[in-house]
């Protein structure tokens, strides 16, 4: 734990200037999976994105901000990078989804209870992949600390899946190619907060507990 906390200090030299970047995952366009209730994850990635800038704002050493310059805006992968430049953190906010092999269409909404939790992807083409991976780890251990559970569903072996699993206990995964983090100009991790095809979860994930938890887990980046 001590080790951990003297990476953290390394990463951050002045905590009074240190700043995260939240990408709200996808566009309007181009929003994403689709929930249980046939909602886009694009507005699930927004509505949280906004609830942690909102409690986060005024926190003293913490300057946090959105990577779009107008919420609902179709930004680009270069608006992403540009956004990262001089950052302490960039973190890509992402809702869930698993394979259509294990999804059900009779109610119309893709339904499934097949996964269920939090993973984290980084990748090693970014320029602070040791960086990223830290921060990923203190994240996920925040989480779990506040009763959150990782899914591994994305290092099963099936087409689509099949993502090296970094840390199973913390529900890391390894993903080199992902553009969001191997072109971000700072430390950058994606976080893909629960899985909206599972009833059960989607239902979770709109609430004010679960939203707090996230928060929280965020402001310990910095702390």
């Keep these: ?3 951990k906390y003297i990476l953290l200090a390394l990463v951050i030299q002045n905590l009074y200037s240190a700043n995260i970047v939240l990408d709200i995952g996808h566009t309007p366009k181009q929003a994403g999976a689709t929930s249980s209730k046939c909602e886009k994850e694009y507005r699930y990635n927004k509505e949280l994105a906004l609830y942690i800038i909102k409690q986060l704002k005024n926190k003293k ?14 930004i680009t992968f270069k608006d992403r990078y540009d956004s990262s430049v001089n950052k302490d953190l960039f973190i890509s906010i992402h809702h869930d989804s698993v394979q259509k092999q294990f999804i ?14 939090f993973s984290i992807f980084v990748s090693k083409k970014n320029i602070e992949y040791e960086k990223s991976l830290e921060y990923a780890k203190i994240f996920a251990e925040e989480l779990i600390s506040r009763g959150l559970v990782p899914t ?3 290092a099963e072996k099936i087409k689509g899946e099949n993502r090296e699993l970094i840390d199973r206990k913390l529900g890391i995964y390894l993903f080199d190619d ?3 983090l191997k072109n971000a100009n700072s430390p950058a991790f994606l976080f893909e907060a629960g899985v909206i095809v599972n009833p059960n979860e989607e239902k979770k994930v709109k609430t004010k507990v679960f939203k707090d938890n996230i928060t929280e887990a965020v402001m ?3 702390n």
């Excluded at 300057?63 to 179709?74: A, M, Q, R, Y």
């Design 152 to 154: 591994l569903h994305h």
């Design 104 to 117: 059900n269409y009779s109610n119309k909404c893709p339904t499934t209870n097949y996964a269920e939790g």
């Design 61 to 74: 050493n913490i300057d946090i901000s959105l990577s779009s310059k107008k919420v609902d805006e179709e």
């Design 220 to 222: 310990r980046l910095l």
């Design 1 to 3: 734990m001590f080790f």
């Design 178 to 180: 992902l553009k969001v």
